[in-house]
């Protein structure tokens, strides 16, 4: 949760400054919003399946050492067995039946729709209170 303040706040200066792009090239502030915002997302989404390893083993910049820890590691973990490292239909069928899984995206969703609605929301509840400019803050 705090790396999401961090990038509220970063992400609200950014996007308070593509917001005074409002007209330009004939468009709202939010179009030059979103598509500034989701540029660098579509042309790093499709290196992400050639430039990020699939497991330890495969990591290029990871030491023969470190991949050998690594691998330890993740075998020492309680539960961990070579069958849970890889994903089968029936597990997949069997979680989506599970009501406990539907239960904590239940909760995850309320949690996440009151921390991100807050500081999305909370600049037009402040203006809506009659704050209208960073002078009257002062």
């Not at 970063?10 to 979103?34: E, F, K, S, T």
């Amino acid at each position: 949760y705090s790396i999401s303040a961090l990038s509220g706040a970063v992400g609200g200066l950014v996007a308070y400054g593509i917001a005074q792009m409002d007209g330009a090239g004939g468009w709202n502030a939010w179009r030059w919003i979103i598509t500034i915002n989701g540029i660098p997302t579509i042309l790093t989404a499709p290196l992400v399946l050639w430039l990020l390893p699939n497991d330890p083993e495969t990591a290029s910049f990871l030491t023969e050492e470190d991949r050998r820890n690594l691998v330890l590691l993740r075998q020492a973990e309680i539960g961990q067995t070579v069958s849970g490292q890889q994903m089968h239909k029936e597990d997949v069928i069997a979680g989506v039946k599970d009501w406990k899984i539907w239960a904590l995206s239940f909760a995850q969703f309320c949690s996440h729709s009151v921390l991100y609605s807050f500081s999305v929301f909370l600049p037009t509840i402040i203006r809506e209170m009659g704050q209208t400019g960073w002078s009257d803050a002062v």
